[in-house]
């Protein structure tokens, strides 16, 4: 059969590569021909005259007979009594609705107040038959929040259920179990109606609408703001009578005779529509868009929809969670078009609670909004939001197996989603093979087996060519040498190579990295997605040494200047621990720097370091993602395994010892063969403990225990990965993780669910389970008193006894400490904060949405990154680690200030890292900054001096050595005045000694810097009268001062014979 399709067609020959097989569409055809969007939940009915369900089940409202934990991420079919078929449904909050071909009404769900009308209270989760009145039918039916609605053969409404606001519409206040008749006014039937929250909505034989039930915000229309247990009439425009009526949570909707849609009641986040925030008690105009007219209408539960004569979907109010489906997430009292599929037209629309759904022209059924419930049938239960449309899964093809020329696809992973199988394809010689599939058909009956026999199982045949994958070759760039060997990348799923190890080596020359044709610098981090050819690219570094010549006898001092270092790191992850730094470079190395008491610099020293160092990976390991702790580092590698090193008396490293490390050594797998691959996806360093998350999905964690803070449930220490415990309350239940964080003796983290977790100390507070009790193991996150009602969280950071968090709304949150303003709330005191607030905005007007994009909990201060690019950061800042350009403590969100060298010229910010009182960032300029303590060198800038203002993080040049052939000079010390290298001269024959230069560049050993000769010469003893040397001369001083002498004894001599030869005459007495 034809359907199934193969992406791409053709790959790399001999070379491991990647494939998709994608299943093609049910050969049924079954597509949705009616559809009603529930609270939690959604109903369909399908093209084979069955009903299908999908969402929230608690109480058993999809009515496939599973009951309270077993919602589907995908359609259900509903187990309709033998030879049952439904020609129109309706859900409500948590029961549903149906009529069947035969005029027969069913219900399912939750029964408390009565809503399934089968004179019981208890809830089904299969539908029973509704007790109509004797000889009557119903023609139509609308399922509210816990009451039902319907029109019977003879003429009659009925209603049953909840009726505490009369919205029976029987003038009692009593509930009903089984239909009882609507008071319509007398001579009226009614021929539409709509079942809202608390109230009801019909529309008479006499043109009018009426409305009976809640009334608190104007949604019955009558002008009044009173509860009525009896249909009143909704004041209409003048000359205008309704044609169609939706009833929401506590507004209404209609469409006028006059072509215009109206709108009633509550207009919280502007679900009216008329570009107003006030609530009406009688119809206004819904502004629609110039030129548009709407046929369709549906009311939910804070927002509206509607679709016009083009097919176009329209929607307006609440947006919280993307029911819009603008793809803005912003509220709109004026409606907004739905960004429907290119190509695609709406026939049928459907509002929920904070979801919608539509069927369109091609025949698919779309949702958008919340999928807390899995209400949007996509195969996922992620508790995400979905901004535009997307359609529901159906019926499909499973992939039983896959082979290429007869060689089996052993790995694989299946798309929850779409079944399509993403696989490794067997390696093989160059040219086309057969491709065999063997599939079934999943899901089409109530009892699991496959519907239609014909189409159980079979197989298919495609083609697939093995071709010349992208090749990266390399280039010296005119060094000699060989080059490195080519590399490969897949032209179906591109993925970066590796930097050529060892780097390529030129005498005179300063290796500068690898270039792209146009000179500029290849990424390793990026993916490689076409043919390349990358060039060594070198600099000429100049030392100079002054003075070049000395004694014979050594001891001159000579200052060596280094050449300036090349253009600033470039990190891609950026991790500020306790008192040290780590970070992944574009250039593939993992640097680190500050303090380095027990080897957390993994540089096989203790020494610290205030600029850059290269973290001594494992051969052909590269990192792909770090974490800095207290004196500890953690890492993934390129392999996949976790590595560690630095302090462990706690056993934080994972390696069964409490032995510190200098370098990195590899986290041991779990204890109890969990995680067998011992790979993991995401790792977290905290004060003594170490959290992680293994290829397997669940959590692992290792190091001290004294609060807990492990999660398995003891407060043992454990020197190897274990499993952390799934949750006390029951929640996340698969006890799979998306994010983790460890934090200071306690622990966060995201579960699957959507939901935040959190043990270990809780001394102030910071697990937000509203205690100040530890917990050892997992507790879910309280929901914030006000805010991020669904209580999900896109992000987690923890600090110093405090968590902040990005709700799903991109608010921030904080709990725990507060002492020095460090929650961001606007307040400072000694209180534990046990559950989430709101971040408060910047006291500036700075990020005026007060949404955020990633946050980090340092010591005791906090930055993040505002919607806005800037940076903000509150708490303490005794040592400047705000970067405001001050000390001063700040109790809510200010902006950090540019850089002081003029970087990052824009200001804004890619990634954050809060430390123990310093910070890092990665500007928008691609450099990395920081500010803070740095009295170990934590800020990576060459010095040791704290400041509170973002400076550039660079490279160093140190000086190691410096050779008078053949004689090693004393080791060069950094002299900070004049900013030179300086050692003393060696002892040396007279004569030139060639001088080398040993250096290194961020402490890797760079090639010998050959410098210019240096000159000896001998020292000589001059006598004087005594015999006693007084003076020592060398070289041609000494020629020079011998001739002098000579002239002037000879001199001295003439003169004297001279004086003899002339003597004075003498007189006598």
């Known amino acids: 059969m034809d359907g199934f399709t193969l992406s791409p067609t053709k790959g790399p020959a001999n070379q491991d590569a990647m494939a998709t097989l994608t299943p093609p569409a049910p050969p049924t055809n079954v597509r949705f021909t009616r559809i009603s969007a529930g609270w939690w939940h959604s109903l369909a009915i399908g093209s084979d005259g069955n009903a299908y369900a999908w969402g929230d089940n608690d109480s058993g409202q999809l009515g496939d007979e599973t009951g309270s934990g077993s919602r589907s991420g995908k359609p259900v079919r509903v187990h309709a009594p033998t030879g049952v078929t439904f020609t129109q449904i309706s859900a409500g909050d948590d029961h549903s609705l149906a009529i069947d071909s035969n005029g027969n009404t069913y219900a399912w769900g939750y029964n408390a107040f009565g809503q399934l009308g089968n004179e019981t209270g208890s809830d089904s989760n299969k539908p029973v038959r509704v007790h109509t009145p004797t000889g009557v039918s119903f023609t139509q039916i609308s399922?509210?929040?816990?009451?039902?609605?319907?029109?019977?053969?003879?003429?009659?409404?009925?209603?049953?259920?909840?009726?505490?606001?009369?919205?029976?519409?029987?003038?009692?206040?009593?509930?009903?179990?089984?239909?009882?008749?609507?008071?319509?006014?007398?001579?009226?039937?009614?021929?539409?109606?709509?079942?809202?929250?608390?109230?009801?909505?019909?529309?008479?034989?006499?043109?009018?609408?009426?409305?009976?039930?809640?009334?608190?915000?104007?949604?019955?229309?009558?002008?009044?703001?009173?509860?009525?247990?009896?249909?009143?009439?909704?004041?209409?425009?003048?000359?205008?009578?309704?044609?169609?009526?939706?009833?929401?949570?506590?507004?209404?909707?209609?469409?006028?005779?006059?072509?215009?849609?109206?709108?009633?009641?509550?207009n919280d986040s502007g679900k009216l529509g008329d570009e107003t925030g006030s609530d009406s008690n009688k119809p206004v105009r819904v502004h629609a868009p110039t030129g548009v007219t709407f046929t369709?209408?549906?009311?939910?539960?804070?927002?509206?929809?509607?679709?016009?004569?083009?097919?176009?979907?329209?929607?307006?109010?609440?947006?919280?969670?993307?029911?819009?489906?603008?793809?803005?997430?912003?509220?709109?009292?004026?409606?907004?078009?739905?960004?429907?599929?290119?190509?695609?037209?709406?026939?049928?629309?459907?509002?929920?609670?904070?979801?919608?759904?539509?069927?369109?022209?091609?025949?698919?059924?779309?949702?958008?909004?919340?999928?807390?419930?899995?209400?949007?049938?996509?195969?996922?239960?992620?508790?995400?939001?979905?901004?535009?449309?997307?359609?529901?899964?159906?019926?499909?093809?499973?992939?039983?197996?896959?082979?290429?020329?007869?060689?089996?696809?052993?790995?694989?992973?299946?798309?929850?989603?779409?079944?399509?199988?993403?696989?490794?394809?067997?390696?093989?010689?160059?040219?086309?093979?057969?491709?065999?599939?063997?599939?079934?058909?999943?899901?089409?009956?109530?009892?699991?087996?496959?519907?239609?026999?014909?189409?159980?199982?079979?197989?298919?045949?495609?083609?697939?060519?093995?071709?010349?994958?992208?090749?990266?070759?390399?280039?010296?760039?005119?060094?000699?040498?060989?080059?490195?060997?080519?590399?490969?990348?897949?032209p179906d799923d591109p993925q970066p190579i590796n930097w050529p190890v060892p780097d390529p080596v030129w005498a005179g020359h300063w290796f500068d990295g690898w270039a792209k044709p146009d000179g500029s610098p290849w990424d390793f981090t990026q993916p490689v997605r076409n043919d390349l050819t990358l060039t060594a690219t070198w600099r000429t570094p100049r030392f100079t040494m002054t003075p070049t010549r000395g004694p014979d006898t050594g001891g001159t001092t000579v200052h060596i200047t280094p050449p300036d270092p090349p253009q600033p790191l470039r990190f891609t992850q950026i991790s500020a621990g306790s008192f040290h730094s780590l970070a992944i470079g574009?250039?593939?190395?993992?640097?680190?720097?500050?303090?380095?008491?027990?080897?957390?610099?993994?540089?096989?020293?203790?020494?610290?370091?205030?600029?850059?160092?290269?973290?001594?990976?494992?051969?052909?390991?590269?990192?792909?993602?770090?974490?800095?702790?207290n004196e500890f580092s953690l890492a993934i590698g390129s392999d996949g395994h976790a590595y560690s090193w630095g302090y462990n008396g706690s056993g934080q490293l994972g390696n069964d010892t409490s032995t510190y490390h200098r370098t990195p050594e590899q986290v041991h797998a779990p204890t109890n063969g969990d995680n067998p691959a011992n790979t993991w996806k995401t790792i977290s360093a905290g004060y003594w403990?170490?959290?992680?998350?293994?290829?397997?999905?669940?959590?692992?964690?290792?190091?001290?225990?004294?609060?807990?803070?492990?999660?398995?449930?003891?407060?043992?220490?454990?020197?190897?990965?274990?499993?952390?415990?799934?949750?006390?309350?029951?929640?996340?239940?698969?006890?799979?993780?998306?994010?983790?964080?460890?934090?200071?003796?306690?622990?966060?983290?995201?579960?699957?669910?959507?939901?935040?977790?959190?043990?270990?100390?809780?001394?102030?507070?910071?697990?937000?389970?509203?205690?100040?009790?530890?917990?050892?193991?997992?507790?879910?996150?309280?929901?914030?008193?006000?805010?991020?009602?669904?209580?999900?969280?896109?992000?987690?950071?923890?600090?110093?006894?405090?968590?902040?968090?990005?709700?799903?709304?991109?608010?921030?949150?904080?709990?725990?400490?507060?002492?020095?303003?460090?929650?961001?709330?606007?307040?400072?005191?000694?209180?534990?904060?046990?559950?989430?607030?709101?971040?408060?905005?910047?006291?500036?007007?700075?990020?005026?949405?007060?949404?955020?994009?990633?946050?980090?909990?340092?010591?005791?201060?906090?930055?993040?990154?505002?919607?806005?690019?800037?940076?903000?950061?509150?708490?303490?800042?005794?040592?400047?680690?705000?970067?405001?350009?001050?000390?001063?403590?700040?109790?809510?969100?200010?902006?950090?200030?540019?850089?002081?060298?003029?970087?990052?010229?824009?200001?804004?910010?890619?990634?954050?890292?809060?430390?123990?009182?310093?910070?890092?960032?990665?500007?928008?300029?691609?450099?990395?900054?920081?500010?803070?303590?740095?009295?170990?060198?934590?800020?990576?800038?060459?010095?040791?001096?704290?400041?509170?203002?973002?400076?550039l993080i660079g490279h160093k040049i140190t000086v190691t050595g410096a050779t008078f052939e053949p004689t090693n000079a004393p080791t060069p010390t950094w002299n900070p005045t004049t900013h030179t290298w300086d050692t003393t001269s060696p002892t040396h024959p007279e004569g030139q000694a060639t001088v080398t230069i040993h250096w290194t560049l961020d402490g890797v050993t760079q090639t010998d810097y050959p410098i210019n000769p240096y000159e000896y010469y001998h020292l000589y003893t001059l006598p004087k009268a005594g015999g006693a040397p007084t003076q020592q001369l060398a070289g041609a001083t000494l020629l020079t001062l011998t001739t002098l002498t000579a002239l002037t004894l000879t001199s001295h001599h003439i003169t004297r014979k001279h004086h003899h030869t002339h003597q004075p005459t003498t007189t006598s007495k």
């Open 143 to 266: 399922a509210g929040h816990w009451h039902s609605l319907a029109i019977g053969s003879d003429g009659n409404t009925y209603a049953w259920g909840n009726n505490a606001f009369g919205q029976l519409g029987d003038e009692t206040p009593s509930d009903s179990n089984k239909p009882v008749r609507v008071h319509a006014p007398t001579g009226v039937t009614f021929t539409q109606i709509s079942a809202g929250d608390n109230h009801s909505l019909a529309i008479g034989s006499d043109g009018n609408t009426y409305a009976w039930g809640r009334n608190t915000s104007g949604q019955l229309g009558d002008e009044t703001g009173s509860n009525s247990n009896k249909p009143v009439r909704v004041h209409t425009p003048t000359g205008v009578t309704f044609t169609q009526i939706s009833a929401g949570d506590d507004h209404s909707l209609a469409i006028g005779s006059d072509g215009n849609t109206y709108a009633w009641g509550d």
């Open 689 to 951: 403990h170490s959290l992680a998350i293994g290829s397997d999905g669940h959590a692992y964690s290792w190091g001290a225990n004294g609060y807990g803070q492990l999660g398995d449930g003891s407060n043992d220490v454990s020197d190897r990965p274990e499993q952390v415990h799934a949750p006390t309350n029951g929640g996340n239940p698969a006890n799979t993780w998306k994010t983790i964080s460890a934090g200071d003796q306690f622990s966060l983290a995201i579960g699957s669910d959507g939901h935040a977790y959190s043990w270990g100390a809780n001394d102030y507070g910071q697990l937000g389970n509203g205690t100040n009790t530890r917990s050892n193991r997992p507790e879910q996150v309280h929901a914030p008193d006000s805010g991020n009602p669904a209580n999900t969280w896109k992000t987690i950071s923890t600090g110093g006894s405090r968590s902040l968090a990005i709700g799903s709304d991109d608010h921030a949150y904080s709990w725990g400490a507060n002492y020095c303003g460090q929650l961001g709330n606007g307040s400072s005191d000694d209180n534990p904060h046990s559950t989430p607030e709101q971040v408060h905005a910047p006291t500036n007007g700075d990020n005026p949405a007060n949404t955020w994009k990633t946050i980090s909990a340092g010591g005791d201060h906090s930055l993040a990154i505002g919607s806005d690019g800037h940076a903000y950061s509150w708490g303490a800042n005794d040592y400047g680690q705000l970067g405001d350009g001050s000390n001063t403590r700040s109790n809510r969100p200010e902006q950090v200030h540019a850089p002081t060298n003029g970087g990052n010229p824009a200001n804004t910010w890619k990634t954050i890292s809060a430390g123990g009182y310093h910070s890092l960032a990665t500007g928008s300029d691609g450099h990395a900054y920081s500010w803070g303590w740095n009295w170990h060198g934590e800020l990576g800038d060459g010095s040791i001096y704290g400041r509170s203002t973002p400076a």
């Open 296 to 490: 369709q209408i549906s009311a939910g539960s804070y927002h509206s929809l509607a679709l016009d004569s083009n097919g176009n979907a329209y929607a307006w109010g609440y947006n919280g969670y993307n029911q819009l489906g603008d793809e803005t997430g912003s509220n709109s009292n004026k409606p907004v078009r739905v960004h429907t599929p290119t190509g695609v037209r709406f026939t049928q629309i459907s509002a929920g609670h904070w979801h919608s759904l539509a069927i369109g022209s091609d025949g698919n059924t779309y949702a958008w909004g919340s999928n807390y419930s899995s209400q949007l049938g996509n195969g996922r239960s992620d508790y995400g939001t979905h901004s535009r449309p997307a359609p529901v899964l159906m019926p499909r093809y499973v992939i039983d197996g896959v082979t290429f020329d007869g060689a089996s696809v052993t790995r694989k992973t299946v798309n929850p989603a779409t079944g399509a199988w993403d696989m490794h394809v067997p390696t093989h010689a160059p040219g086309a093979v057969t491709v065999t599939v063997a599939y079934h058909l999943d899901g089409l009956d109530v009892n699991g087996n496959i519907a239609n026999p014909r189409y159980q199982s079979g197989t298919v045949t495609l083609r697939y060519t093995y071709a010349t994958p992208y090749t990266v070759s390399f280039q010296l760039g005119g060094a000699p040498g060989t080059p490195p060997a080519s590399q490969y990348s897949y």
């Open 586 to 629: 574009t250039d593939g190395n993992t640097y680190a720097w500050g303090r380095n008491d027990y080897g957390e610099l993994g540089d096989d020293t203790r020494t610290d370091r205030n600029t850059p160092v290269r973290v001594h990976t494992p051969a052909g390991v590269r990192f792909t993602s770090v974490s800095a702790g």
